[in-house]
């Protein structure tokens, strides 16, 4: 492999379904890989067998599929260095686990939560930081013979080298530098057998050839340790890059199993795909614009000394803003499917097309869409008291023009006016809002132009007879 491709990962843990938070994490290293013609990967870090479920190692690719987030390495993609589910490489940890015990470079505890949590209140109580006593560093053979001949598996622990510092520049925070004396010794392995976070995420960075690592703020505390991990393993290192959290409302983190800012929710509530993309990819990076862009182009502008350390606040209406951005740049053909079933079976499929442009500036969801389906190819029309007061205050002989217009003008709106326009001497918003609303029911809406077509002569003659003689 060439050592100058830029490999970035998505390592999520199946554990809830991604919400914007995670999203964000893999488009920007989705970003990263695509600006410097690199891989993405994606890997399943699966070893907390109590929490992952299969079914969001499915859910999660169908997340990143649909938002565009295409991995060329990984999970259904294969590669050199799989597997890429923590979960099958067990064979593998374990001869990284038998390197660090010959070297003498870890240990085995079988100090128990109770007396972890005593030894931890302990600390805090006397103001300092929680971190590992050593009590089991300091075992002699014959005391660990009598623990196992018990029956007591132990944990296994790292030994963190004293008196020394662990440095590394973060692409986003800068110089990091850590005193090893306030690290304590740290699992690597649970009393389970299963292999921990630390070391499992920082082995496969490595054995995969992962050379960026873009990933939250909340693991920069972990980077120390595995950083002295990967040193006693002689394992390369890859470059961090710790983003800023996506804070909720009053300042809150979002969270995972915040079921409301789930990618699978936004995209149930009507959300483009291509509006969440350009949504996140404005929050912790700087683009200096707000243009519309696809993956390609985020890519090519994509710069990771443009990443912020301030925190990305959540805001709907920004949310709600590339929404109407997204609608205004998807093609026709992807916004009819967008629009759901709902809207397919009102509108005659040969109007698909002229729907969609009729509406598009005028819709946020689909449920919008289903709104004016019905407004235009149902028959029947409510109007409420302000639409009444409307049509009833138009000059008396208006709807009798209106009707002979259509017969002459067909459903060319723009023709339709003027002539009503002459014959009634209205103009301006006494000719238009009177049509508008005994046509559609509503005061705002699409074009008229565009939405006479739709309506057809019929369904206007019917809408615009019931005013004629009602005064
Ligand atoms: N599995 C970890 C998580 O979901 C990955 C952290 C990382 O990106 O290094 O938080």
Redesign the pocket.
Known sequence: MHPAVVKSRF???PTGSIHLGNAR?ALFNLLLARHHDGVFLLRF?DTDASRSREAFIHAIQVDLRWLGLEWQEGEGEGGEYGPYRQSQRNDIYQAYFTRLERAGLVYPCFCNSEELAVSRKAQLNAGQPPRYSGKCARLSMDERQKWLSRGVKPALRFRVPRGRSVEFKDLVRGLQYFKTDEIGDFIIRRADGAPA?FFT?AVDDALMKVSH?V??ED?LTNTPRQLLLLEALELPRPQYAHISLITGEGNSPLSKRHGSLSVASLREAGFLASAIINFLARMGHYYGHDDFLDLQQLAEQFDIDKLSRAPAAYDDSRLLYWQREAIRHADSGELWSWAGSGVHDIVPESRAESFIEAVRDNILMPEDALDWAQIIFKNELELDSEGIAIVQGADGDFFRFALEALVLHGTDFKALASEIGQRSAVKGKALFMPLRVALTGRRYGPEMGRLLPLLGTERARCRLEKWVNTR
Do not use: D
């Open positions: 390592a999520p843990s994490t870090e976070f995420n690592v990933r939250g693991h």
